[in-house]
T-cell receptor, first 116, second 114 residues
Framework: NAGVMQNPRHLVRRRGQEARLRCSPMKGHSHVYWYRQLPEEGLKFMVYLQKENIIDESGMPKERFSAEFPKEGPSILRIQQVVRGDSAAYFC??????????????FGPGTRLLVL | AQSVTQLDSHVSVSEGTPVLLRCNYSSSYSPSLFWYVQHPNKGLQLLLKYTSAATLVKGINGFEAEFKKSETSFHLTKPSAHMSDAAEYFCVVIDMDSSYKLIFGSGTRLLVRP
């Protein structure tokens, strides 16, 4: 059973360009979380999605950031008009069902975004 | 609201000596707590989790953690450090007020000296 897949692993963008980060959850998992890790910091929650639904986006910046998890295909985190402050590692985690006290989130290897 | 505080940003030990990484939590509920490890430029790997069963939790690679309600602590220990243990360690609590998302501590970088 393949783990959580993220691509690309590294992404370089110039200021003002768009960044699209993809996450394929583990087989059988229908819940996806995105986290951001700024340099020298812990991970911070961004958004929680279920297939075709955004459940909680309380950690997403109000502008330029969006996320989706379509019925078919990977979850996408999209950052429009990137700025240098968006440089970070973005991690996706998946779980088989609605997170509970018993469920574990399984993390992907992350996408490291560098904005020049 | 739930939160975790990692008391040390860096811990340095000699190979073969014990490891202690400290974590205190704050929670209105009986918390679910985790320790994750992150090797340089890698993803996160679950070391162990506490979900209100046994208070002493054994994890992978010889790590264990003890849940102490009276001290609101969940410290991570290992009897003998190995060079391969050098990494960043995160104490994590589930946010039971909202979506069960994970709340991370700021991390402790473990250095292992030969």
């Amino acid at each position: 059973n393949a783990g959580v897949m993220q691509n690309p692993r590294h992404l370089v963008r110039r200021r003002g360009q768009e960044a699209r980060l993809r996450c394929s959850p583990m087989k059988g998992h229908s819940h996806v979380y995105w986290y951001r890790q700024l340099p020298e910091e812990g991970l911070k929650f961004m958004v929680y999605l279920q297939k075709e639904n955004i459940i909680d986006e309380s950690g997403m910046p109000k502008e330029r950031f969006s996320a989706e998890f379509p019925k078919e295909g990977p979850s996408i985190l999209r950052i429009q008009q990137v700025v240098r402050g968006d440089s970070a590692a973005y991690f996706c985690a998946s779980s088989p069902q609605r997170q509970s006290l018993q469920e574990t989130q399984y993390f992907g290897p992350g996408t490291r975004l560098l904005v020049l | 609201a739930q939160s975790v505080t990692q008391l040390d940003s860096h811990v340095s030990v000699s190979e073969g000596t014990p490891v202690l990484l400290r974590c205190n939590y704050s929670s209105s509920y009986s918390p679910s707590l985790f320790w994750y490890v992150q090797h340089p430029n890698k993803g996160l790997q679950l070391l162990l989790k506490y979900t209100s069963a046994a208070t002493l939790v054994k994890g992978i690679n010889g790590f264990e953690a003890e849940f102490k309600k009276s001290e609101t602590s969940f410290h991570l220990t290992k009897p003998s450090a190995h060079m391969s243990d050098a990494a960043e360690y995160f104490c994590v609590v589930i946010d039971m007020d909202s979506s069960y998302k994970l709340i991370f501590g700021s991390g402790t970088r473990l250095l292992v000296r030969p």
